[in-house]
């Protein structure tokens, strides 16, 4: 029997992205101006129309100072992230 993860939780990652965004209380066009992502781009992706590279989401980590790792961590909400299980 194969066992497949779950569903990563995309929306909460948007939400994330648009929760940093508004802390600082940047506009699109500043992160924008900050990541090298065009504004297009940056409201794609944070609509959830779009999901974004490996690139785009290291580019956005670095313009919003934090890691990769707590941007990503938000995929797992809602579920136990890989090697927090208790056996």
């Known amino acids: 029997m194969t066992i497949f993860p779950p569903d990563p939780n995309l929306t909460a990652l948007c939400l994330?992205?648009?929760?940093l965004r508004g802390e600082r209380g940047w506009t699109y066009d500043e992160l924008a101006s900050r990541s090298g992502l065009s504004?297009?781009?940056?409201?794609e992706v944070e609509q959830g129309r779009t999901i974004g590279s490996l690139k785009t989401w290291h580019a956005l980590a670095h313009a919003l100072d934090v890691s990769v790792d707590h941007l990503f961590a938000t995929l797992c909400e809602g579920h136990a992230a890989p090697g927090d299980s208790t056996e």
Request: charged residues 45%; without cysteine.
């Open 16 to 19: 994330e992205l648009a929760r």
């Open 39 to 43: 504004r297009r781009t940056l409201i």
